[in-house]
């Protein structure tokens, strides 16, 4: 199982500031990596894919970078409907598998 | 606009069986493969199963394998879980999610399973 870890746990920021999270994968997955973003009692929402491609209706602000084992999402300048919990997942190998997240909340 | 609703969570003992639900529309669900897609209280994602487009492929995690079934009826725009010999770890909101390239593109609003004695 290529298990995904991502860091920091926690990232507290101001609006308007930039935004770097980071995934790792313990084996390489190529470019087989998407990013989603998950507000309180919301599902999920599709950011990233392949590593780099933004999903339908996602603002220019979010961006993906990284292959192999390294990833980044960054976020340009932090909007306040950001503030929230971004999970990495690869899809390289089965299973499927999740990063824990990372929490975005406000400085 | 495209949609899915999740049904049939509920309060179950160990050991019994639950049915879930999605309904899709907005969409040619015969073309798209569907995952479920699980998240424990206060806890991150976990992916649970993959069926392709026609049903005629399944992908499972270890941790439901042998004892959770995907399915769908295509000619009812409906994905199913059939999740047997529920363990108190199984308590999750169940999400259904349509497959894009492995990913998941398009979520329902999730419904909550609690395996509970």
């Known amino acids: 199982e290529t298990v995904m870890t991502q860091s920091p746990a926690t990232l507290s920021v101001s609006p308007g500031e930039r935004v770097t999270l980071s995934c790792r994968a313990s084996?390489?997955?190529?470019?087989?990596l998407a990013w989603y973003q998950q507000k309180p009692g919301q599902a999920p929402r599709l950011l990233i894919y392949g590593a780099s491609t933004r999903a339908t209706g996602i603002p220019a602000r979010f961006s993906g970078s990284g292959s192999g084992t390294e990833f980044t999402l960054t976020i340009s300048s932090l909007q306040s409907e950001d503030f929230a919990v971004y999970y990495c997942?690869?899809?390289?190998?089965?299973?499927?598998?999740f990063g824990p997240g990372t929490k975005v909340d406000i400085k | 606009q495209v949609q899915l609703v999740e049904s049939g969570g509920g309060v179950v003992q160990p050991g019994r069986s639950l049915r879930l639900s999605c309904a899709a529309s907005?969409?040619?669900?015969?073309?798209?493969?569907m995952h479920w897609v699980r998240q424990a209280p206060g806890k991150g994602l976990e992916w649970v199963a993959l069926?392709?487009?026609?049903?005629?492929?399944?992908y499972y995690s270890d941790s439901v394998k042998g004892r959770f079934t995907i399915s769908r009826d295509n000619s009812k725009n409906t994905l199913f879980l059939q999740m047997n010999n529920l363990r108190t770890e199984d308590t999750a909101v169940y999400y259904c999610?349509?497959?894009?390239?492995?990913?998941?593109?398009?979520w329902g609003k999730g419904t909550t399973v609690i395996v509970s004695s």
């Open positions: 069926i392709s487009f026609d049903g005629g492929n399944t």
């Open positions: 084996q390489s997955i190529s470019s087989h």
């Open positions: 997942q690869q899809y390289y190998n089965w299973p499927l598998t």
């Open positions: 999610a349509r497959e894009l390239s492995y990913n998941m593109d398009v």
């Open positions: 907005g969409f040619t669900f015969s073309r798209y493969g």
